[in-house]
């Protein structure tokens, strides 16, 4: 490893401003005599610089566009939603870091698994009572996964929500944010009280801004229903992490 940190030691972040910011949080070679709060500031400073899908000449663009063809293609009915504010998919999967953030695995930008999209409006629907929605229709949108007679699939696929290029917080996707541990013992050890003179610890992470290109394919009597259904479950309760605290809430537009 020491080897590995001298041979690229020449190669800097404002140099590669273009990298994939996914790999960039995964594969950074830190200084191994730095601070562990340093490196981890530094890591993400590094990774929202990153222009990865908000130049003009990003080959993301091109993607996109292909992207939106392809579901234009294959039938499927599509929505954009931005985000209220700040939004984070991931935080507890495993990361160079104590946080981690979805990206998409070519191009590095941000985006929402159709499988958080399912499982939000699933929730949506089996805890709040949408006018009109029954039991039945829960059932034919998402399937019936009991072994049973009447088991069946969903009729609705949930596509993953791609970022759509230059919309985020002045043209940038990913933005540095921190949240703060004010009792670490009273977490960590049991029996103890937290307490006025405990030492804060700020926690580094990264979340996102912007619009993203919702799409869904199945019979277009149950689509736009569930549309609905996930229209009102992104803007009560918020899709991914920290949605008490206000994260992760969305409006179509």
Aim: hydrophobic letters at 35%; charged letters at 25%.
């Amino acid at each position: 490893m020491p080897s590995r940190r001298k041979a690229l030691a020449h190669i800097k972040s404002d140099a590669v401003n273009t990298a994939n910011a996914g790999l960039w949080l995964n594969k950074y070679l830190g200084e191994p005599n730095a601070k562990e709060s340093e490196i981890k500031r530094e890591l993400i400073k590094g990774a929202i610089r990153q222009k990865t899908g908000s130049d003009d000449r990003d080959l993301y663009k091109d993607f996109f566009a292909r992207w939106e063809k392809t579901l234009a293609d294959c039938g499927a009915k599509t929505r954009r939603a931005g985000v209220r504010g700040r939004l984070i998919i991931g935080l507890g999967a495993e990361s160079v870091l104590e946080t981690s953030i979805a990206l998409h695995h070519t191009y590095g930008v941000p985006c929402i698994p159709g499988s958080a999209l399912k499982g939000l409006a699933r929730h949506f629907a089996d805890a709040k009572r949408v006018e009109g929605w029954t039991a039945e229709h829960t059932k034919i949108v998402f399937g019936n996964d009991k072994k049973s007679e009447d088991a069946m699939a969903g009729y609705i696929t949930f596509f993953d929500a791609l970022y759509v290029p230059g919309s985020g917080d002045k043209g940038q996707a990913l933005h540095a944010d921190v949240m703060t541990v004010h009792h670490q013992d009273y977490y960590m050890k049991d029996g103890a009280a937290p307490t006025d003179w405990d030492d804060p610890n700020p926690v580094p992470f990264i979340s996102a801004t912007g619009t993203y290109l919702l799409a869904l394919t199945g019979p277009e009597e149950w689509v736009n229903p569930t549309f609905r259904l996930l229209e009102l479950a992104l803007d009560e309760e918020g899709v991914g992490a920290k949605t008490s605290s206000g994260y992760g809430r969305m409006k179509f537009i």
